[in-house]
């Protein structure tokens, strides 16, 4: 038996065996009253000292039975209540008022305690007790209405109906009380989940909260990585104190993070002044349009270390601090690393090196992306070539590009044009248009011109 239907075994056993008490007596008193020669009459006399005796015992009999066993054996004497009720009311001849106070008490202990199959229940002894006295004795009922009769099963009944308001009113504010406590450990869990948050990967902090097992397991996924730093970093930490060194660096990796997760990063670690951070797992919009993301956020933060660049300087931090920032697009090993007990949620590859090596290898101020980042954003991002550098862990020069701006946010700066059409896709940029190609693009553009202008409807 689990603890709640013990506590509803003990709710009813005590509610019964006061309802019992209160309503076997009150109905004994009835009869006394109601029968002013019943001293007299032995045989009248006894089932009532029978029924005093069985109303006294009731509860320690209870007792005897273990407790997976006494509801129902509960449940048997309540029967046998409501039948001794019937009886007693049959005895009074189902005068009208007592008749019905006890009624109306059988009703609300049976509401109280077991619900509608109690009162069924209930209901019935009580009809089979009145039919078989009033039969048995050849009584009639009666229409005399008699106020002292009346009055124990009235205080019967309101001392039953008090008693179950106060406990009802108690359990009550306890439920309450436990429902305030429920909901500040539902606040308590919420700021240790926050506090969390903190230290933990997406992936793993949903693990957690949804209760499945965080296991050991890795997929190879199509991911692109970004790494920064800023420069000058490790001279100025030298210079300043701890604590404003500590708020300068806490601000930066806010703000930069703020950046990251408007444009649906997973931000891995934070190294110093140093980030981490990849697209595409655990949730992706395409590698194309993860690796326009990443290119997009590094734009960002490129343009907002302008506005944290001035406001160090009101600051009073004059040393010139820069953002270097490196990114690639590959295929990695995503995952849960480490051990059963310590699990780090983080990638792993070739990629994720040349993406570090990447940003040691830019200038300051400067997004140095790879080959195959720079052929996914090519059409959309304006990129300067960098030549092949050679960088450390690889042993043949990579090609590089620099990330500048978004082809839309320099057509003028550039003189970069674009548009874009059903049966029509054009774009020029100038700026890398070698001098002895420019007759031939003419010459393509006019042909396509006098073409069009032939084949134009009118």
């Known amino acids: 038996m689990n603890a709640a239907s013990s506590k509803d075994t003990a709710r009813l056993v005590r509610y019964q065996g006061l309802f019992r008490f209160l309503n076997g007596f009150a109905a004994i008193a009835a009869i006394a009253l109601s029968h002013e020669n019943l001293s007299k009459n032995l045989a009248e006399v006894l089932p ?176 692109t990585i970004f790494f920064s730093d800023i420069k000058g970093f490790s001279e100025l930490a030298e210079e300043m104190e701890g604590e404003p060194l500590t708020n300068l660096l806490n601000n930066y990796l806010t703000e930069m993070s703020q950046i990251a997760l408007k444009h649906g990063a997973t931000i891995d670690k934070f190294i110093g002044d140093a980030v981490m951070i990849f697209f595409g797992d655990p949730s992706t919009k395409g590698v194309k ?71 040691s290898a830019a200038q300051p101020g400067e997004i140095l992306i790879s080959h195959e980042t720079y052929s996914l954003i090519k059409e959309l991002v304006l990129c300067e070539e960098r030549g092949e550098i050679q960088v450390k862990g690889f042993q043949h020069p990579v090609k590089a590009y620099a990330a500048i701006d978004l082809r839309k946010n320099l057509k003028g700066a550039h003189r970069y044009f674009e548009h874009i059409t059903d049966g029509f896709s054009f774009y020029m940029d100038t700026d890398r248009i070698r001098n002895y190609d420019q007759d031939k693009i003419l010459r393509s553009l006019l042909e396509a011109a006098e073409h069009l202008q032939k084949t134009k409807k009118p």
């Open 48 to 223: 009532m000292l029978l029924a005093a005796l069985y109303i006294a015992s009731a509860n320690g009999l209870l007792q005897w039975f273990d407790a997976s066993r006494q509801a129902s054996v509960c449940r048997l004497f309540a029967f046998v209540d409501a039948l001794l009720l019937g009886c007693a009311l049959g005895y009074l001849q189902l005068s009208l008022i007592p008749s019905l106070i006890f009624f109306l008490a059988l009703q609300f202990n049976a509401l109280t305690n077991d619900h509608w199959q109690k009162l069924v229940a209930d209901n019935l002894a009580l009809i089979v007790g009145v039919a078989a006295t009033m039969f048995s004795l050849q009584l009639r009922w009666t229409t005399d209405v008699s106020l002292d009769v009346s009055l124990a099963p009235l205080v019967a009944l309101g001392i039953y109906a008090c008693i179950v308001g106060r406990n009802s009113l108690r359990q009550m504010h306890e439920q309450n009380e436990k429902i305030r406590q429920f909901e500040k450990q539902q606040i308590q869990l919420k700021l240790r989940n926050y506090r969390l948050s903190k230290y933990l990967s997406p992936t793993l902090l949903k693990a957690i909260q949804s209760g499945k097992d965080v296991k050991l397991e890795t997929h190879r996924r199509k991911l």
């Open 289 to 359: 349009e993860d690796c326009l993301a990443a290119v997009s956020m590094a734009i960002d933060m490129k343009k907002h270390m302008k506005e944290l660049q001035q406001r160090w300087a009101n600051q009073g931090i004059r040393k010139p601090l820069e953002i270097r920032m490196g990114i690639n697009t590959g295929y990695c090993a995503v995952g849960n690393f480490g051990t059963e007990d310590r699990l780090d949620y983080t990638l792993l590859g070739t990629e994720v090196n040349l993406a570090s090596r990447l940003e």
